[in-house]
């Protein structure tokens, strides 16, 4: 393997075959430990290589860097087991930053590694059913949100999510059914573009908004689509504003200008809903200016949601915290918690079946943007369950319990999938899925604290 580097120090390197040099040291103090876990598929010993790679860009140490990559080649596997598939793209991640390549990582040739397919809706659906990491926020979200809306004839709801409106077929074909005052009509409302992350969608929002009107249609449920047009004046449209790396806090300033009650069309005879899935980890979380009183865009967002006094503000979200300033610390926590979807995969997909790498590249995609990264180009700011409950507290809200059917929905979910999926319930009421114990994704639901019921 001979990609070119050049690493913070500026000093060329080449990613060959170190071993002359490094395990003929008797002194060297890495010696030992990567000569041991040459060849070696142990999650632990694979972390200890990550950190000391870490450690090398850190101190600026390129040589270091280029041995301990070295010999996480020897590891890595594209088609190999979990912690060989995992390794590989944090390689091509950490190869990506010593080179400075952006945004793209690369591989051996110089080329990109990541694969972005823009799918048709028939195999978004199913790359969303293919794991629950995505339909267990659905389902918990829906249920808490048909409870929030009883008695309500006309309900809107703000949807800002990374999955194209997936979510929503299964709520109108619920509401369509509501027996006791027949269905309500329904105005969803999502921004003009998207953070940009997998999965990617190859029809505009418009026509999945054409898509849901017809099967409201359907289901004789009365159906409004609406799409904020919020890109900056200084891009010309929505496309070129998320194809800017340093353009992505610009992106999130102009549509937190667009949410306002006028420009959303807010209706005080309507059910507000506010719908957040995988959303929040790309607002900023660093405050804005020097001032006490700039709160960071994550914060302003949530004031602004506030403000408008909804029904129910539901967030899902991964159950990580990778938004720490240290390279090592965001490694040590994204190997630790994403390995749970490769391993998931290997219970029920060939080592070579095309889902399975498709869905480990957008996996890769933001292990590249996390570890790869910094300042405005690093838009992966993902915090844990409990660290968003405090800042949900601290804007204002109060956490709302979810029922005892929507756990039963959500446990007959789980039944679907593979038996290491399990479900708990922590603090704030917080729904968590779980892969073999460990916490994958978690799922809230919050009320402004004003509307509180005595």
């Known amino acids: 393997m001979k990609t070119e580097l050049r690493g913070n120090s500026n000093t060329s390197i080449s990613l060959q075959n170190p071993s002359s040099t490094l395990f003929s040291n008797p002194q060297s103090s890495l010696s ?10 142990d999650g632990a010993c694979i972390e200890k290589l990550l950190l000391h790679c870490a450690s090398a860009f850190e101190h600026n140490d390129g040589t270091l860097a280029q041995q301990v990559m070295w010999v996480l080649n020897n590891v890595a596997s594209l088609v190999g087991d979990p912690n060989q598939r995992l390794t590989s793209w944090f390689l091509r991640a950490l190869i990506s930053r010593a080179s400075n390549v952006c945004p793209t990582a690369m591989n051996s040739d110089g080329g ?12 978004l659906a199913v ?4 794991i629950p990491w995505h339909r267990f926020g659905f389902c918990a979200s829906n249920s808490a949100i048909l409870k929030a809306i009883e008695g309500y004839s006309k309900v809107h709801i703000l949807d800002f999510s990374i999955t194209h409106c997936m979510q929503w077929p299964t709520l109108i074909d619920a509401l369509a059914k509501r027996a006791d005052q027949g269905p309500p009509s329904l105005r969803i409302t999502v921004p003009s573009c998207r953070p940009p992350v997998p999965p990617f969608l190859n029809v505009s929002s418009e026509e999945v908004g054409l898509r849901l009107s017809n099967f409201a249609k359907f289901r004789d449920l009365p159906f409004e689509f609406n799409v904020i047009d919020h ?4 891009f010309t449209s929505s496309d070129q504003i998320m194809s800017k790396e340093s353009s992505h806090d610009l992106y999130f300033e102009s549509l937190l200008n667009h949410l306002t009650p006028s420009m959303l069309d807010l209706r005080d005879d309507e059910a507000l809903v506010i719908n957040c899935q995988n959303w929040l980890r790309y607002l900023s979380d660093e ?3 020097n001032s006490v009183q700039d709160s960071s865009l994550r914060d302003a967002f949530l004031c602004t949601v506030k403000g408008f006094n909804p ?3 539901v967030v899902v979200d991964e159950d990580s915290d990778l938004s720490a300033p240290s390279l090592s610390s965001r490694i040590t926590a994204c190997f630790n918690y994403l390995w749970i979807p490769f391993d998931a995969l290997e219970t029920f997909l060939l080592k070579d079946s095309s889902q399975r790498f498709e869905y480990e590249s957008d996996i890769g995609h933001k292990i590249e943007n996390i570890i790869s990264f910094e300042g405005v180009q690093r838009i992966e700011r993902l915090e844990s369950g409990i660290k968003l409950s405090q800042r949900m507290r601290n804007a204002g809200f109060s956490s709302v319990s979810f029922c005892e059917d929507t756990v039963g929905e959500v446990r007959s979910l789980l039944e679907q999938h593979a038996s290491g999926w399990g479900m708990k319930i922590e603090e704030d009421h917080m729904l968590v899925l ?4 460990h916490n994958s ?3 809230t639901a919050w009320v402004p604290n004003a509307s509180m019921q005595d």
């Open 32 to 41: 030992g430990a990567l000569n041991g876990c040459l060849g070696s598929l």
């Open 112 to 123: 990109s590694t990541i694969w972005r397919r823009n799918m048709p809706v028939t195999e």
């Open 127 to 130: 790359y969303v059913d293919l």
């Open 231 to 234: 890109s900056p004046s200084s």
């Open 287 to 289: 405050q804005r200016g």
């Open 311 to 313: 029904c129910i503000v």
């Open 434 to 437: 779980t892969w073999k114990g």
């Open 441 to 443: 994704v978690f799922s």
